[in-house]
């Protein structure tokens, strides 16, 4: 599932309008990067799905950040990824395929003062391989 995701959200024409840079869509831990807005995937905890076999249940957290202002921007990111993400269901590569996604809320207006940034997560959960 994380490839396919990360390619769609890379990929997508909506988000680069939005100054979503390829370079500003990483995973895992980072120091602060150059691109504003930047999207941070976070990756939970994987167990067997709810239906069987060999699916999988994920949960992703996107931290969107931004320059301080306001979340005016962030909150179009997270529009689109409301759209985007459900998109990918039935979606595969060599190793990934997709089965479902579903939305489970933003977070909160927050401050990064390690990454000086204004943020907000993005919550989904996710089944597939």
Known sequence: MRAVVRAAIVGDAVLQGLNVA?????????????????????????????????AQRTVLTIWVHDEPNDYERIDAICRRLRILLP????????NDYVSQIAWDGDGPDLKDDGHRTITRQANYTLNGS
């Not at 995973?27 to 905890?45: C, Q, S």
């Not at 990918?88 to 060599?94: I, K, T």
């Open 22 to 54: 390829p370079e500003g869509v990483l995973t895992g831990d980072i120091d602060t990067p150059e691109p504003r807005p930047f999207l941070n995937l976070k990756w939970g905890v994987t167990s067997p799905a709810p239906f069987g076999g060999s």
């Open 87 to 94: 998109s990918l269901v039935g979606l595969q590569d060599v």
